[in-house]
């Protein structure tokens, strides 16, 4: 199952852009259709890699983004789970198009409390 | 606060795989990352072609399995130059497993290095290991539905590879489906149909050959 050793990669990321003593409480990630990353795995892949850790209570934000589809036809473009549709015409052969990449979009931190010195 | 980020997960797998490339890429070695269920006939695949180049072409392998030596066993009998990396439980290999593999291997030695990767059609997809090309693999007896139950593979491939076609008469295996679900998903990537077990591989052997020369001519330069 690669979704754990994308959540362990996520996690490593994550580190590298996190503000010192900033709290994590989300993270979005967008996947391409192309990645075969299942979201229900993803999300326990995220829960194991982050249990015991400072991320552990922070939400996982997944976006799997669907097929482009484009009929060299009539020129329809859509998006589509299912890269093997066919066109409204009758077209059976689409161009398809789908990013194999999983990318780190952003994330939602809760910056850490300045303590404020109180001068008599 | 909202912090943006753009940057994608596998940066540093992507980092590792563009090292190895450059190793690789100095060293003439044509290089491909193999991937195919388990028993589509990989390795069956490998055996015949060392043994079929073997006064034509020198070829090293990195097999990837998650234990075992069987299959780099296998290969050692055809070439000197093969490599197995045990992943433990991973399901696929990295580009930091190839990076300390091709410290293990002579590349000076070789024109072609073919990364066995675990038997999977799924996670390996996702990871560039410093490849020049991806052939994504199947075989007749699996189903001709394959190529449409796994389009990341087939579109992520430069080559497609139909094996056991021995086997056709044997089968429930429908080829004009498979060809036409591979021809929808990657109109690019050339379909070879071979047989390993009886040695049919004509097609493959001389997609090997067309692009070591491709490679040649590309490091010849202008005045060879």
Redesign the interface.
């Known amino acids: 199952?690669?979704e754990l050793?994308?959540a362990n990669?996520?996690t490593?990321?994550i580190e590298q852009?996190?503000?010192d003593g900033a709290v994590l409480k989300s993270v979005d990630?967008r996947a391409g259709?192309?990645?075969?990353v299942d979201p229900g795995a993803m999300q326990m892949a995220w829960r194991a890699a982050t249990e015991g850790s400072p991320y552990q209570d922070a939400e996982l934000k997944l976006i799997c983004e669907p097929?482009n589809l484009h009929c060299p036809s009539c020129q329809r473009r859509w998006t589509s789970g299912n890269?093997?549709e066919s066109c409204l015409c009758g077209q059976?052969?689409?161009?398809?198009q789908?990013e194999?990449?999983?990318?780190?979009?952003?994330?939602?931190?809760?910056?850490p409390q300045t303590c404020q010195e109180i001068r008599p | 606060m909202k912090v943006p980020i753009v940057e994608n997960v596998l940066k540093l797998n992507d980092e590792v795989a563009a090292l190895n490339r450059v190793q690789l890429k100095e060293a003439d070695v044509l290089t491909i990352n193999l991937i195919g269920s388990p028993g589509c006939g990989k390795t069956a695949l490998l055996e015949t072609t060392l043994r079929q180049l073997a006064d034509t072409l020198t070829v090293g392998v990195l097999v990837g399995d998650l234990a075992t030596t069987r299959d780099a066993d296998r290969l050692a009998r055809w070439s000197p130059y093969v490599v197995q990396i045990n992943t433990g439980k991973s399901c696929h290999l990295e580009a930091h497993q190839i990076r300390q593999a091709l410290t293990k291997i002579d590349l000076a030695k070789l024109d072609i290095l073919v990364i066995e990767n675990v038997g999977n059609l799924v996670c390996p997809v996702s990871y560039d290991l410093g490849e020049d090309f991806r052939v994504g693999m199947f075989s007749v007896c699996e189903g001709d539905d394959k190529a449409a139950k796994h389009p990341q593979l087939v579109h992520a491939a430069d080559l497609l590879v139909l094996n056991k076609t021995d086997l056709l008469a044997h089968v429930a295996f429908d080829p004009d489906v498979f060809r036409h679900d591979v021809a929808q998903l990657n109109p690019q990537a050339p379909l070879l149909e071979v047989s390993a077990g009886t040695d049919r591989i004509d097609n493959w052997l001389a997609w090997l050959a067309s692009r070591v020369e491709r490679s040649a001519l590309q490091f010849s330069g202008p005045c060879n």
């Open positions: 199952m690669h050793s994308l990669s996520l490593e990321r852009h996190l503000p990630v259709a192309g990645l075969a097929w890269p093997l059976t052969h689409l161009q398809v789908g194999n990449a999983l990318m780190l979009v952003g994330l939602e931190i809760e910056e």
